[in-house]
């Protein structure tokens, strides 16, 4: 992984260096003091470099951080206390990313399908040096919201961070939400309206989808996806248009990493009963009327 750290320094002159440790803990006792209830970020990988660079990226950004080195260290940090996004690498010992993941979302033993409902959707961007289309499919399969590859810039991940964190946060507490660079309208008072077709509710402020008043329990990507398919009943939407609408800041994503998500999506919503999404060959998807 010390390759990966010195990919990230070529490719990021311009951006902050590697921190000593005590500017490491000015910048804490900063973002501590300007950003109060700022979002907590776990950041999990084996390379101490890795982390540090990610912490220094994080918290000039107003996020407050937390750190583990590997997977069952993970675990039991996110057991003592939850946090509101995990970067987690992959490739780790004792216990890799995928696993973290699989065991947050399902809350199981390893060995159990992740068919299961999940029981845990604070999200999750993975973060590796395998860049091939397939890990990213499994990672985004897992339940993942979101996938880095390595060597990446820092101020991209902490763009990601912040999308995905602005698609989970309800609009009064989207400022807190990203380390206090959100914008939110004083006059407002209400934040977006229940969507409902049919027997599908979903509830943007209180992060709730159900069928039949049976709660879905969706990733924040799957609920971007389900919330722009339901504001247009009968619209085909392309992959290009889910892509805009589910990840906000100019995020890309490849066409099959929206189809990952979107089998996810009707997966569990067929499990509670519904199969509202049709796929429009050659065009797109498109929530039945």
């Known amino acids: 992984m010390s390759a990966a750290w010195a990919s990230v320094q070529s490719r ?59 997977g069952r260290d993970a675990l039991e940090r996110f057991e003592a206390g939850r946090p509101d996004l995990l970067v987690l690498d992959i490739l780790m010992p004792e216990m890799d990313g995928t696993e973290v993941c699989r065991r947050i979302r399902y809350r199981g033993p390893s060995k159990e399908s992740s068919d299961r409902d999940p029981t845990d ?13 397939i890990d990213r499919v499994l990672g985004l399969e897992l339940g993942g919201d979101d996938y880095v590859t390595k060597p990446f810039s820092p ?27 959100g914008s939110v309208d004083p006059g407002a008072e209400r934040g977006p309206a229940v969507l409902a077709h049919g027997a599908l509710r979903l509830d943007p402020d209180r992060f709730e989808a159900t069928w039949n008043g049976r709660i879905v329990p969706l990733t924040v990507t799957e609920f971007g996806l389900l919330q722009a398919l339901m504001g247009r ?47 429009v060959h050659g065009l797109g998807y498109r929530l039945s009327c």
């Open 121 to 133: 959707r604070v999200p999750i961007i993975f973060l590796s040096s395998k860049s091939d289309e």
């Open 233 to 279: 009943p009968g619209k085909v939407f392309t992959r290009d248009e889910l892509m805009q609408l589910a990840y906000r800041d100019h995020v890309v994503v490849s066409d099959r990493t929206i189809n990952s998500h979107i089998k996810r999506l009707r997966r569990k919503l067929s499990k509670a009963g519904a199969e509202p999404i049709e796929t």
């Open 12 to 70: 990021n002159m311009t951006e902050p260096t590697h921190p000593t440790p005590t500017q490491t803990q000015t910048q804490a006792t900063q973002t501590a003091g300007a950003v109060p209830g700022a979002a907590r970020i776990l950041i999990v990988d084996d390379d101490p470099h890795i982390r540090e660079v990610i912490r220094f990226a994080l918290q000039k950004a107003g996020f407050v951080t937390d750190e583990a080195v590997n």
């Open 155 to 181: 101020r991209e991940l902490v763009a990601r961070v912040r999308a995905v964190l602005r698609r989970v946060a309800p609009p009064s507490s989207s400022s807190e939400l990203v380390g206090g660079s």
